[in-house]
């Protein structure tokens, strides 16, 4: 609850930059994706690389990715706490220049506290199950987003969603999670949370 309260509070500072720097006559796309971009840093940290925990690093993520996400949270298909009030402010040109802003910049991995044993048989269920779509364990900028790194918490929150059939994806991803239970996934996520 406190973190949603502070959240809102950012979220509101960062509207307001945003719209003053528009104001100050921001004209090239390059400036203005930076300058919106601004918004974003509240909350995602200094050019998308975020101090966690239930914010997701974007920095570096692929640029087609942040604009379907970005677009998703719109229309209210995909869930959020706070992305769906959020990304209503931005037109589809101001979605596809920050996109490419944050694409262009370089996903930072944290550490994290992780269990060895989880981190092993994440490893597996990995390899066996997720690979395919999410490369080189999940480290590649793929179709779904870098996983290698992200916030614990975060991937935590979008299991469950994705558990529960409320965030959208691919079949086959659906038919891999059927088959996995809650150890499964905690191993999967100190899997992902161990990789620098
Ligand atoms: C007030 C805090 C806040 C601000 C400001 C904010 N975000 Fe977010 N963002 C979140 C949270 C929290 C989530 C997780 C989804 C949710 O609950 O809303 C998220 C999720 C995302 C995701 C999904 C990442 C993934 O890996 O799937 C993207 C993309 C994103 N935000 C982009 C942006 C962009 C671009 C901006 C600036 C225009 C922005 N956010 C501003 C808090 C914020
Ligand atoms: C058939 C390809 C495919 C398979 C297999 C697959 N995924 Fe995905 N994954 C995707 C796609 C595509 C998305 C993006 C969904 C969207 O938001 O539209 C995604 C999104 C995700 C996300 C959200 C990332 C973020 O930043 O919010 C997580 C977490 C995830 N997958 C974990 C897994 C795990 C764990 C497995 C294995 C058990 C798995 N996926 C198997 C394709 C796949």
Excluded at 33 to 49: I, R
Excluded at 68 to 76: R, V
Excluded at 128 to 154: F, I, M, T
Aim: with cysteine; proline share 4%.
């Amino acid at each position: 609850m406190k973190l949603k309260l502070l959240n809102l509070a950012i979220l509101a500072g960062g509207l307001a930059v945003s719209s003053s720097l528009w104001a100050a006559g921001a004209t090239s796309t390059a400036t203005s994706a930076a300058m919106l971009s601004n918004t974003c840093n509240g909350c995602h940290g200094t050019n998308g690389v975020s101090a966690g925990p239930s914010n997701p690093t974007i920095a570096g993520q692929p640029t087609a990715y942040i604009e379907d996400s970005m677009k998703q949270f719109k229309s209210g298909e995909r869930p959020s706490s706070i992305m769906g009030r959020l990304a209503k402010a931005y037109s589809d040109e101001d979605i596809k220049a920050i996109a490419t802003y944050f694409g262009e910049q370089k996903f930072g991995r944290t550490k994290q506290p992780t269990d060895a044993a989880k981190v092993a048989k994440g490893k597996k269920i990995h390899a066996n199950n997720c690979e395919k779509c999410h490369e080189d364990n999940g480290r590649k900028p793929d179709d779904g987003g870098v996983l290698a790194g992200q916030w614990s918490e975060y991937l935590q929150i979008n299991m469950n969603d994705f558990q529960a059939k409320t965030r959208p994806m691919p079949k086959k991803m659906a038919a891999k999670l059927e088959g996995l239970s809650k150890d499964d996934v905690d191993a999967l996520i100190h899997f992902y949370a161990s990789q620098r």
